[in-house]
């Protein structure tokens, strides 16, 4: 590092920058440190051959590169290179955040939103700082809030940051990917999260589950999670319906939209019809989404939406818990306890892969009879 003479040295401290109030704030040899707007903003300048010259923002540039750089404007000028005023430019955790983000082929919006939404609310203290002046220590402060509080999140978190490490690697800004080098000492300071199936609910209940469902056909989560229930689908797959998608009795589920990323058919019966006339004729149906947030008009429901209400059921007739997406281990427990279809119709109708590479077989007919029943049951 470059040593300033001893006149032009100690003015300023490391340790104290962050605390400096609004004003100038001189660390001599003509460099001094600029703060404003109660501190949000602090840039580096250097007075040089009669001009102002900009250096840069801290922490981004940090004391000792300010210094550096005020020597090679001083050291230019006095050579007769003509300088202009400019900001050296930094690349920020969220820049690069921002060009992976933009980089990357999205299979929804939500996602997409998600993805970038998860950098910024995880690590706000973060996001604006030059990447390579983060430290080990601060980032796995960082990390271990977010996954104490939330582990799920939390892991998504590491996972994302490492792309974005992975990128400055490359962008050869930092040599190390730090989210990676402590995924296994963040593995040991949070807890380990249970991994099982979906809670699903008695098949025997639910069409009483069901019936309570349709006492109410201006909740657009009781339509959206009904709709769920008969076609037998991810909650997912509902709340991402598109009007585009319906034709007569038939759905189409785009591969962007499925698990196993392949389109799905799924034949609608007369009662799946109904809900979706129901949604159509509802205070806050829109052209676009099929169950519209009632909040935001342009959004789809929110995944919260059918879990409430499945939290809010009677506790006597449904004592057990279950989950929105434990209904398609209700149907399927259903199809095998009474026998009314093979195993590959109930298997297609959940849209699972198979074992056979071979079986490229849609069973159409058989499943819109599967799912006839399934209906005629629940609405029994």
């Known amino acids: 590092m470059t040593r300033l003479p001893k006149t032009a040295r100690a003015a300023l401290s490391p340790t104290t920058l962050h605390k400096l109030p609004d004003g100038k704030h001189a660390d001599g040899g003509g460099l001094f440190l600029f703060v404003r707007s109660n501190g949000a903003s602090r840039r580096w ?18 004391l000792s590169v300010a210094r550096e750089q005020a020597l090679k404007i001083k050291g230019s000028l006095a050579l007769g290179i003509d300088v202009k005023p400019k900001t050296l430019k930094t690349h920020t955790l ?25 950098i910024k609310t995880g690590v706000p203290d973060l996001y604006d700082r030059d990447i390579s002046s983060i430290e080990v220590a601060e980032l796995e402060t960082a990390l271990l809030k977010v996954l104490k509080k939330t582990p799920v999140t939390g892991r998504r978190l590491r996972q994302r940051l490492s792309d974005i490490w ?11 990917n730090l989210p990676d080098a402590l995924k296994k000492t ?21 069409p009483a589950f069901y019936q309570w469902l349709a006492q109410d056909d201006l909740s657009m989560g009781k339509l959206a999670l009904r709709f769920t229930m008969l076609t037998a689908g991810r909650t997912k797959e509902t709340l991402l319906a598109k009007w585009s998608e319906i034709d007569g009795k038939l759905r189409t589920v785009p591969d962007t939209d499925m698990k196993m990323g392949r389109t799905h ?25 099929v169950f519209q947030s009632p909040r935001y008009g342009d959004k789809p429901l929110s995944d919260g939406a059918m879990l409430a209400l499945v939290k809010d059921r009677d506790k006597k007739l449904f004592p057990n818990h279950f989950t929105p997406h434990g209904f398609r281990a209700t149907f399927k427990t259903w199809a095998k306890e009474t026998n009314v279809a093979r195993e590959e119709v109930i298997e297609a109708c959940l849209a699972h892969a198979t074992n056979d590479a071979y079986d490229r077989s849609l069973y159409m007919q058989e499943r819109e009879q599967l799912l006839t029943k399934w209906t005629k049951y629940l609405t029994s």
């Open 186 to 206: 963040l593995e040991q300071g949070t807890p380990k999260v249970k991994k099982g199936h979906h809670a699903a609910l008695d098949w025997r209940k639910a």
């Open 166 to 176: 992975d990128k400055a690697i490359l962008m050869k800004l930092v040599t190390l």
């Open 94 to 118: 969220g820049s690069i955040a921002e060009t992976v983000h933009d980089n990357r082929v999205w299979g929804n919006e939500k996602h997409k939103a998600q993805w970038i939404n998860t």
């Open 45 to 62: 300048h250097v007075n040089a051959g009669g001009k102002t010259h900009s250096i840069g923002g801290f922490p981004e540039i940090s």
């Open 265 to 289: 058919l799924v034949p609608l019966t007369a009662e799946s019809l109904k809900v979706l006339k129901l949604a159509k004729a509802h205070p806050h149906a829109e052209k676009g989404y």
